[in-house]
């Protein structure tokens, strides 16, 4: 059965660089990868998206290697409002068609310390 | 400002009442979505809407139903509530196609507890 994971936790402090990488071993061919943030009593929000190499925007970059099959998160210098819930999103393969079924990770709860 | 909201931040319910669960969105989006959040679970697709009086099962369907009469609107119908319904319910909507290119823009949540 196809997988999206992602770790549970991760901890890191102020001034660190976090990499929180997603597991997708059965991405669709055709789609993008997409990660969003939580903050607590919030939804989640969208933070970046790529579909291969690398992709950097003003909050963070994603690392994707050429087989698609994982990509990675970077904060680069986090702080403490960094501190919450990275969710990957990817199309899993469904019915053999090249665009598949919408399927998140159980998220990553980041905590930045002092 | 886009904009997602949902009709409660809280509420309580006992087993077996029925439940309504409202999602209005302004941006004129063609897909709406309603997500379950559970500790450790993550996001879990519950039902999915690519236009008006159409519908998708998800991931996890059962249990609950949907209504959507107008484009704005997407409703979350829990029939018949029991106490493992209780979660955070998440609304978003996004603009057509299936691709997670779509940005799915997200209410603020519904957190409900069925005693």
């Known amino acids: 059965l196809a997988k999206t994971t992602q770790p549970i936790s991760m901890d890191s402090y102020e001034g660190q660089e976090v990499n929180i990488t997603c597991s997708h071993n059965?991405?669709?061919?055709?789609?993008?990868i997409t990660w969003y943030q939580q903050f607590p009593s919030q939804g989640p929000r969208f933070i970046i998206q790529?579909?291969?190499t690398k992709v950097t925007n003003e909050v963070a970059s994603l690392f994707i290697p050429a087989d698609r099959k994982s990509s990675t998160l970077s904060l680069p210098r986090v702080s403490l409002s960094d501190t919450a819930v990275y969710y990957c999103?990817?199309?899993?393969?469904?019915?053999?068609?090249?665009?598949?079924?919408?399927?998140f990770g159980q998220g990553t709860i980041l905590t930045v310390h002092p | 400002d886009v904009k997602v909201t949902q009709s409660s931040r809280y509420l309580v319910k006992r087993t077996g009442e029925k439940v309504f669960l409202e999602c209005v969105q302004d941006?004129?989006?063609?897909?709406m979505f309603w997500y379950r959040q559970d500790p450790g679970l993550g996001l879990r697709l519950i039902y999915f809407?690519?236009?008006?009086?159409?519908?998708e099962k998800g991931d996890i369907p059962e249990g609950y139903s949907v209504s959507r009469e107008k484009k704005e609107r997407f409703s979350l119908i829990l029939e018949s509530a029991s106490t493992n319904q209780t979660s955070m319910y998440l609304c978003?909507?996004?603009?057509?196609?299936?691709?997670?290119?779509?940005?799915?823009?997200f209410g603020p949540g519904t957190r409900l507890t069925v005693l």
């Open positions: 978003a909507s996004s603009s057509s196609g299936t691709s997670v290119r779509n940005e799915q823009f």
């Open positions: 059965n991405i669709a061919t055709n789609d993008y």
């Open positions: 790529g579909y291969k």
């Open positions: 999103l990817v199309a899993v393969n469904a019915g053999g068609t090249s665009y598949g079924k919408l399927t």
């Open positions: 941006m004129d989006h063609e897909n």
């Open positions: 809407s690519y236009d008006v009086k159409m519908k």
